[in-house]
């Protein structure tokens, strides 16, 4: 694995995703990555890259959002300290404002400006996309998602997986288990339900994938009932966002006319 790639598992691992599917970094954690040994030395280079931000017409607030969070301190005691929600382009920045001398310092600012890159042509394909081609993109993105999560558990020590999964849907989807969601949606048997669903519940459902993950890789957690509980939590958590902000629930999204395996077949005897 060359150096670069080694870079992009460092930065990626570190990605969180918020309950709009907008990812972010925290800043001290991108601290760390970055080889700062405090956080002090490392805030003025933040301070430098949200002048740069300003100084590019860009609102700096919305690239270095302004949080708090609980670091334990010893004996179980906690303290509330100063963090930022760092967007890739304010981590771009903060690159570009670096010690480009040190290694990693410049193999940041090459991943996050490919990576930025990347977002702006992959956000107006996106936007380009049909109604059925946006399904196929996030149902390969929930594919890999739970292959990846699955790893996670596996590590986490949980043996049924169909227990695991459950919990997650009974949290998003206010009790239903897979099986409900197939009953509701009318499906065969054994159909899959995420090959049944529209591109947006194909979103909360990947934000539920993704941050049960990381819930689980970031506190360590172990045991099948501490992972099937973090599940149950995460998909509840987003379920309760989705109502604050007025959106629309997951049961609440129309089934699709035809599942992607159907579209799948139609598309391969067109083009025999």
Not at 173 to 181: L, Q, S, V
Request: with cysteine; charged share 30%; aromatic share 10%.
């Amino acid at each position: 694995m060359n150096e670069l790639m080694q870079a992009e598992n460092m930065f990626e691992n570190i990605k969180h995703i918020d309950e709009f599917g907008c990812e972010f970094w925290y800043a001290r954690e991108l601290n760390k990555a970055l080889n700062y040994r405090e956080y002090r030395n490392f805030e003025p280079i933040i301070q430098k890259a949200k002048r740069a931000c300003v100084n590019s017409g860009q609102i700096s607030d919305d690239h270095f959002v302004h949080v708090h969070e609980m670091v334990g301190i010893g004996s179980h005691a906690k303290r509330k300290v100063k963090d930022y929600k760092l967007s890739r382009y304010a981590c771009y920045l903060i690159a570009q404002n670096g010690d480009s001398r040190k290694k990693v310092i410049a193999l940041a600012q090459t991943y996050f400006a490919i990576q930025t890159r990347r977002q702006e042509l992959s956000e107006r394909a996106y936007n380009s996309l049909t109604e059925e081609e946006k399904r196929f993109y996030q149902r390969d993105l929930t594919k890999k998602g739970n292959y990846s999560l699955n790893q996670t558990a596996k590590n986490a020590c949980v043996k049924n997986f169909d227990k695991f999964h459950n919990a997650g849907y009974k949290g998003l989807y206010n009790g239903e288990t897979a099986n409900d969601i197939a009953k509701r949606k009318g499906l065969r048997y054994r159909e899959d339900i995420l090959d049944n669903m529209c591109s947006d519940e194909l979103i909360a459902n990947l934000f539920r994938i993704s941050q049960t993950e990381q819930k689980l890789r970031k506190d360590n957690i172990t045991g099948e009932n501490r992972a099937n509980a973090t599940h149950y939590n995460i998909g509840k958590n987003i379920r309760e966002v989705i109502i604050r902000n007025g959106g629309i629930l997951p049961e609440e999204f129309q089934t699709p006319k035809k599942s992607l395996k159907e579209l799948e077949k139609e598309k391969n005897l067109i083009s025999k």
